[in-house]
C-alpha cells in the first residue's frame, strides 16, 4: 500500500503542538541556567499543558499516527523525566558539596521516567503489557512525576529553608523516581466522574483553583503534590477492592 503524497493540514496540528512542549522544556532549562528560575518552572507547566492538548487535539481531530505517539513520547523523556531534574540541580545542587548526591538523584529520575516511557510504548503493541486499568494509572505518569520532582525548588521559592537537607532532597527526588516505575495504581483524572448534582460546585473549585494558581501559585503546587501522594494509599485501596 502507498504512502500517500499529501497530506491534510489538520494532521500537523498534533505534532506541532508537541514540538512546541520540547520548545518549553528547553526554554525551561535554558531560564533555570540564566537564574530566571520562576521563569523556568512556568516553562515546564506550559509543557505540562501542552502534553495534555496535543493528545486531546489528535483524539478531536482523528488524526492519532504512530509518528506522533512516538514524538509525543521523546517529549515527555525531556519535559518531564531531563528538563526537571536540571531545573532541580541548577537551582538546589550546582557549586554545593553534595552536587554529586543531587546529580545522582537527577540521573535515576531521568532512566525511571526512560524506562516508564519504554513500557508505555510497549503498552501499545501487547496487550499483556499496560499502564492503564480499569480508570487507574499503574505507577505515576510523566506529568505527575515532574510536579512532585519539583517540589523542593516549590518549597524553595514558597520560603522554606531547605538548603539544610541536600541529602534528604536527593532521597525524595530517588523515591519520587522509583513511583513512576513502580506498579502502584494511581487515581486517573480522564475517567474520573461526579454527579450531575456537583457539578457547580466542581466548577467553582476549578474557578478557585485556577485563582490560587495565578495569586499563590508555589503553595498551590506543594498543596497539589501533597494531596497527590496522600491519595496513593487510597487509590491502591480503591483498585484492589
Known sequence: MSTPERIKLR??????????????????VRMSLEGHLQASLYF?????FLD?????????????SPFGAELDSLADFFNFGIAPGLVVYNTLYTGTEHSSAGWLAVLILA???ALRLARFNLSTHRPDVT????????????????????????????????????????????GVGLLA?????????????IRRAHLPFAVVG????????VVYPWPTLIA????????????YRAFHS
Open 206 to 213: 476549578a474557578v478557585v483553583l485556577v485563582v490560587c494558581l
Open 44 to 48: 515546564i507547566l506550559l509543557a505540562v
Open 52 to 64: 495534555a492538548a496535543d493528545g486531546k487535539l489528535a483524539r478531536f481531530l482523528d488524526t492519532a
Open 181 to 193: 516505575v513502580s506498579t502502584i495504581p494511581t487515581f486517573s483524572i480522564k475517567h474520573a466522574s
Open 11 to 28: 494532521h500537523l496540528v498534533p505534532s506541532i503542538v508537541t514540538v512546541f512542549a520540547i520548545c518549553a522544556g528547553l526554554t525551561a
Open 224 to 235: 497539589g503534590n501533597l494531596l497527590y501522594l496522600a491519595t496513593l494509599p487510597f487509590s
Open 131 to 174: 499502564l492503564k486499568k480499569d480508570g487507574f494509572f499503574v505507577g505515576v505518569p510523566a506529568p505527575a512525576l515532574a510536579c512532585l520532582a519539583l517540589m523542593p525548588v516549590f518549597l524553595h521559592l514558597s520560603g522554606w529553608e531547605n538548603t539544610d537537607w541536600p541529602l534528604l532532597r536527593a532521597l525524595y527526588i530517588i
Open 111 to 113: 532512566v525511571c521516567c
